[in-house]
């Protein structure tokens, strides 16, 4: 059966309630705020890979224990590798902030996007526990400086030294020559034997012995 209802006309876009000059103002608002934290963490980052004094302070003293671990030959690594985060994390913040805004100013109801972007992050955060899971230890990692490039290390996978060390994935070479590629999240205990004073068992010392042996023995015949 045919309906005989008239369609509803469509609405005009009502160009009067866009504000163009308000959009402008917040991207060159946006543009701004993260120019000035860049700025910031940069400079706060380069202070501490130089060993600054400023956050030895009296009054900066509860800071000292997360702060501690950058007062070494690695600090610069560790300010760096900071630095990157804190400047990502403030980039999709401003990125965030500064659209809706200008689609606000362009007359665009952002209600169902938000709920959209809502249930779509939620989704996206079940799927991805276990990687938000290895940035948090890698994070943490990074901070108390647990262990860096070039320290051997020992877990209840492998004993070998590091060789590079990520916000998600340590590779460690092993005594054999394997290469293990350790997610962050999983490594639940690990002990550093170039920061303490690690003593080799004899066996292992003897075993070291001879295989420095074999090759002179070797070059001799």
């Known amino acids: ?3 005989l209802t008239t369609p509803e006309p469509l609405t005009p876009l009502d160009v009067s309630a866009i504000n163009v000059p308000g959009a402008l103002i917040s991207i060159g608002v946006g543009v701004l705020v993260w120019l000035v934290a860049s700025f910031v963490i940069s400079g706060i980052t380069k ?39 804190l400047t990502s994390v403030v980039s999709v913040l401003v990125v965030v902030i500064t659209a809706m805004y200008v689609l606000q100013y362009l007359d665009v109801n952002i209600a169902p996007l938000l709920t959209s972007v809502g249930i779509l992050g939620v989704a996206i955060g079940f799927g991805a526990q276990q990687l938000i899971r290895d940035f948090l230890a890698g994070i943490f990692i990074t901070i108390e400086d647990q262990y860096g490039i070039g320290d051997v290390i ?5 004993v070998g030294t590091v060789e590079s060390m990520g916000l998600r994935i340590t590779r460690v070479r092993a005594d054999d020559g394997t290469i293990w590629y350790l997610r962050n999240g999983e490594i639940l205990r690990v002990g550093n034997r170039s920061q303490g004073t690690y003593t080799p068992p004899a066996d292992e010392v003897d075993q070291a012995g001879a295989a420095e042996a074999a090759p002179q023995q070797k070059a001799g015949e």
């Open 1 to 3: 059966m045919l309906s």
């Open 47 to 85: 202070r501490v890979a130089a060993g600054s004094t400023f956050f030895k302070k009296p009054r900066f003293r509860w800071v000292a224990p997360a702060l501690r671990a950058l007062d070494h030959q690695r600090r610069e690594q560790r300010a760096r590798t900071i630095g990157a985060l």
């Open 154 to 158: 020992e877990t209840s996978e492998v």
